[in-house]
Every structure is written in structure tokens, then in C-alpha cells.
């Protein structure tokens, strides 16, 4: 121990960790910040805490997060000569984002994924970070570390950012299992259909402005991939639903349309419509190649659209599409362009479905072993459930 923390002084109390986070494990963190990700806790940032999936109803989604939360806490014990004696304070999604140690991970790439962003130490060695996804930094938060980071010119910076404490009393874990132990999507409820079902958060939670004008994530987020809101049709038959604020009629059941073409399934809110929609676009080379492969098999896919008609409305939200495209960056939409087919999102769906399903259902299998020890940790399910079986 003695060794590696005059080694950390040496080196600044900074290090950094090339390749650290798997370039799968970066797309599916991007995938549940731009399907889940709220306003942050400073003016300009996005963010995805786990307390926030939590409290969402999307608490299955903090499984793809453990492996490396783990992962990071065990390296800075070892880099900082603490072994066993950290706890996280911390854990989010951070987007334009301008306690004792931090970590920084990349989740995407300066110059293809944004431009701006670089991390700068004020002085000693590494004296600047161009942000790569797979890399963390990682620092002690003190006077030798003083830094600062470029304005996000164009696109969406994304990282995973994580505090740590030698203070029990900060712990996030303690945080996150008294809410998750009092949910009533905590029991084995698979019989319910809309177990895994996100619930949105206040809608100002999801209006990201400035002093002038502003827009909300949700549709944003939908329109850069070429979609837009519709309410259903039960709605518009319901003379009482005629005067629902739109903002509101995000929380209500909706579809999605395409140009003039209609998605032929109801969602049951805007926030399950932008995780199938951010699913599509996150697995859209698999997608299409699903399709390829039914196609050679002389399967037809099913029509899953139909043309829009005068009795489907849009749902219009005021929208400052500059401010959305410099903050959400929508030319990095445009890849998955290349991939997607009209009758891939019912294939989507049933993938997002099943993706969600062994989620919850890992996440069932943990609880157990996490609530005696008041700990979050990462483990095989599968293994659990044998020995438990």
C-alpha cells in the first residue's frame, strides 16, 4: 500500500485508464441515457442517476451499470492505497457536463460524436484529455487537480461519472435500496405485463432551456430519428381529454408516426415509446440483419404501419430545434439511418421487451443478496439462482 500511494503522488493523484469500459457496454450505457435521461443538477448538463432509474420504474436498468461501477471502485482502492475503504457516493450518465476521488468514462468519441469537450488539468502531466469512449480518469478532488473542460461545441458528450467517499454516510447504496425495497415493482410481479413499463418524472425534469426559449428531451430525442408524438385514438373520442395540456398527454398512451406513416401500437407513455425508439436505433445493424435472415427464410414481415388520417394528431410541443440539435447533437443520428427499415420496430419491440424482461428478472434474482448487506454489487444471476435453486 505503502508503494502505490507514493506512486499516486507522484503521478498527481491523476491516472489514466485506456480502454477501460468495452465499446458495447459504452453504446448500451448511451442507449439508457438517451432514452431515460433527464435535466442535471447544474444548468447545461443532462443527466441519468441511479436514483432516477429507480424512482422511474426503470430500476432494471442499473444491472448494466454494476460490472463496471464495481470494476472502477476495486482499481482506485488499488491506485490510491484504500483498499476496502470506499464507498460511492455518485453514479450518472453526465451529458455537457462543463468527495475525494472521481472518475471519469468516456462513452463516445471527440470529433466523430461531438466537438469541443476536452478535459484540462490547470498544471503537471497529463496536462489535457481528448475524451475516447473506453477511457477514464480518474483524480483525486483537491488543489493538485484543478481542471476544467471545453465548451461542448456541437454534439453530445457523454460520460459515466462516478464519486467516491471514505464516508458510510454518503453511500448511494443505502440511497438506492430503500427506494428500490419499497417499490411495488420490487416484487415477482412477471405476471404483470407492465412490469418493466418506465413511469415518467415531472414533466420539468425533461425541459431543458436556457434564458430565452427551450424544448423537451422526450421529443426531441424522437424527432432527431425522423418520428414525432400522436395521441391515441381513445384519447381524442374523450370529450374530458380535450383540454389535457400537452405536456401532459406525454404521460398518457400515444403512438408514433413517421412522415405519414403511423406505428401501429399504442405506448403507454412517451418514455416507453423513446426507450423502443432508442432500442431501435441502439441495435439497428442486428435489426436489419434479423430481417435479412427472415426475408431468406421466405418469412414476410408483418406490416407494422399505416397511413396517417385526418383524426391523428400531433402532439406540439414548443421546441427551440437549434438549441435541441447544438445540445442533443442529431447528426449522430444519422448512421443508424443507413440500417433502419419501416417493419424493424416491431421487431424492436419485441427485443426491447426481452432485453427488459431478463433485466428485471436478474435484477429479482440480486435483490436478495443485496438488501441483508446494504450493498449494490455485480453478480452472475444465473449462478445466483442455482445456488439458490
Given at each position: 500500500m505503502a508503494a502505490a500511494a507514493a506512486a499516486d503522488a507522484e503521478r498527481g493523484g491523476r491516472h489514466i485508464l485506456r480502454g477501460f469500459v468495452s465499446r458495447d457496454l459504452c453504446k448500451e450505457l448511451e442507449f439508457i441515457h438517451r432514452s431515460c435521461g433527464a435535466v442535471g443538477y447544474r444548468p447545461g448538463v443532462l443527466s441519468t442517476t441511479l436514483l432516477h432509474l429507480a424512482a422511474t420504474d426503470c430500476?432494471?436498468?442499473l444491472l448494466p451499470f454494476l460490472p463496471v461501477r464495481d470494476r472502477l471502485r476495486d482499481t482506485v482502492e488499488s491506485l490510491f492505497a484504500c483498499d476496502f475503504a470506499l464507498f460511492v457516493e455518485f453514479t450518472a450518465l453526465i451529458s455537457c457536463l462543463f468527495f475525494w476521488i472521481k472518475a471519469v468514462c468516456y462513452l463516445n468519441n471527440h470529433g466523430k460524436d461531438f466537438k469541443g469537450g476536452i478535459f484540462h488539468f490547470q498544471d503537471g502531466e497529463p496536462s489535457a484529455v481528448v475524451p475516447f469512449a473506453g477511457d477514464v480518469v480518474i483524480y483525486t478532488a483537491d488543489r493538485r487537480n484543478v481542471h476544467c473542460v471545453d465548451e461542448?461545441?456541437?454534439g453530445e458528450r457523454l460520460t459515466l461519472t462516478l464519486w467516491f467517499?471514505?464516508?458510510?454516510?454518503?453511500?448511494?447504496?443505502?440511497?438506492?435500496?430503500s427506494l428500490l425495497s419499497h417499490q411495488p415493482s420490487s416484487n415477482n410481479n412477471f405476471n404483470n405485463p407492465n412490469c418493466f413499463l418506465p413511469s415518467p418524472a415531472s414533466n420539468n425534469m425533461y425541459w431543458f432551456s436556457n434564458e430565452k426559449s427551450g424544448f423537451d428531451i422526450r421529443c426531441a430525442r424522437v424527432q432527431f430519428l425522423g418520428y414525432s408524438f400522436l395521441t391515441t385514438s381513445d384519447l381524442k373520442d374523450s370529450s374530458s381529454d380535450q383540454s389535457i395540456e400537452p405536456f401532459e398527454?406525454?404521460?398518457?398512451?400515444?403512438?408514433?408516426?413517421?412522415?405519414?406513416?403511423?406505428?401501429?401500437?399504442k405506448f403507454i407513455n412517451s418514455l416507453h415509446a423513446l426507450q423502443v425508439l432508442q432500442f431501435y436505433y441502439w441495435k439497428a445493424s442486428e435489426l436489419a440483419a434479423a430481417r435479412s435472415e427472415a426475408i431468406e427464410n421466405s418469412e414476410s414481415p408483418q406490416l407494422s404501419f399505416r397511413f396517417r388520417t385526418s383524426t391523428d394528431m400531433e402532439i406540439c410541443l414548443p421546441c427551440d430545434r437549434e438549441l435541441a440539435e447544438n445540445t442533443l447533437g442529431c447528426s449522430c443520428y444519422e448512421e443508424a439511418k443507413v440500417f433502419t427499415d419501416s417493419n424493424d420496430l416491431s421487431l424492436a419491440v419485441v427485443a426491447w421487451e426481452n432485453y427488459s424482461c431478463k433485466l428485471r428478472r436478474d435484477l429479482l434474482s440480486l435483490m436478495p443478496h443485496w438488501l441483508p448487506n446494504q450493498s449494490i454489487f455485480f453478480a452472475d444471476p444465473s449462478e445466483l439462482r442455482m445456488y439458490n435453486g
Open positions: 430500476a432494471h436498468l461542448v461545441i456541437e467517499t471514505r464516508d458510510s454516510a454518503h453511500d448511494e447504496d443505502a440511497k438506492l435500496l398527454q406525454l404521460n398518457n398512451p400515444l403512438t408514433l408516426a413517421r412522415g405519414d406513416e403511423v406505428f401501429d401500437m
